[in-house]
């Protein structure tokens, strides 16, 4: 290797980005500099297969506060593997399951990719979603964050045909369509995103479904309830449709009680359960007028 080419060397690592040191003389040389910025990697097939697996880890396991990180972290790396690697990756990461690892839905690294830049870059996606039911549907949204919840992984979007806040669980997600356009992101807290994803994740099929029909307006029950009035519908302009239900009447008495005080409702519930909670609450009155108050 001639002085030349060791020069025009050194010259092309520090146009894509490496800091490298010159000490002149007879003793000198180069040497490569700690920078500010992580320049490009040059990894070999094994180095890269270690840490796209690590990172597959790393998403699952949630070792890190922003759950995004890995995941955007191993979408840019997959997408310089060549196939040969991508197929080792696919394989170690199936065979690879950490003791701890509570697994949910199946959610391909792609899906969860895209999605993850998709909220970082605030790109608009079109995709189809299948609901817990099986209906699928077509939605426009703007992707804000991506976050775990139990056992799977859900993206909190704005939607457009909702004119709303919607959760989705990313293994019911597919058919994804980039747009290109690009949108500016709403003000929305960490704390709501987490508690918007813990509804999404303590739905499930009830024993008991019905709705509370509260004399409140819509916008006042939202300020009210929060992510937990999702599903909500006005009903007029003084009163709001809220489903309700629960594994048995219990279920659904205590989500009454959340009810703002001095705020009149009319009840939607099958017979059986209606029967049961006015027992309860006549045992109650009675108990009630019985007791005996004490005194300071």
């Avoid at 009447?249 to 959340?258: A, H, I, K, P, T």
């Avoid at 359960?273 to 005194?295: C, D, F, K, N, P």
Wanted: proline share 6%; hydrophobic share 40%.
């Amino acid at each position: 290797m001639t002085e030349r080419t060791v020069r025009r060397d050194i010259d092309r690592l520090r146009e894509l980005g490496y800091r490298i040191e010159s000490t002149p003389g007879v003793a000198g040389g180069y040497r490569l500099e700690a920078g500010s910025a992580l320049p490009p990697l040059l990894l070999d097939d094994d180095e890269a297969v270690a840490i796209a697996v690590g990172l597959r880890v790393a998403a699952a396991q949630r070792l890190l506060t922003d759950a995004e990180t890995p995941i955007t972290a191993l979408a840019k790396l997959e997408q310089v593997l060549p196939a040969p690697l991508r197929q080792r990756v696919n394989a170690l990461a199936t065979a690879v399951q950490p003791a701890v690892m509570r697994t949910g839905a199946p959610v391909t690294t792609e899906i969860l990719g895209e999605l993850a830049i998709a909220c970082r870059d605030g790109e608009r996606l079109r995709l189809q979603y299948t609901a817990s039911d099986g209906t699928q549907t077509r939605r426009r949204i703007d992707p804000h964050a991506i976050t775990p919840a139990e056992r799977n992984w859900y993206l909190l979007a704005w939607d457009h045909d909702r004119d709303d806040w919607r959760t989705f669980r990313v293994d019911r997600i597919d058919q994804i369509e980039h747009t290109r356009v690009l949108f500016t992101r709403q003000d929305i807290s960490p704390e709501e995103i987490e508690d918007r994803a813990r509804v999404a994740a303590s739905w499930a099929p009830q024993r008991i479904e019905g709705h509370a029909v509260m004399e409140l307006s819509y916008e006042d029950m939202r300020a009210w309830f929060g992510p937990w009035g999702d599903g909500s519908e006005p009903e007029g302009a003084s009163h709001t449709r809220w489903p309700i239900g629960g594994s048995d009447f219990r279920d659904v008495m205590y989500g009454l009680s959340w009810i703002p005080a001095g705020t009149d409702y009319v009840l939607d519930l099958p017979d059986a359960a209606l029967a049961e909670i006015r027992e309860t609450v006549a045992r109650l009155q009675r108990a009630l007028e019985q007791s005996v108050g004490s005194s300071a």
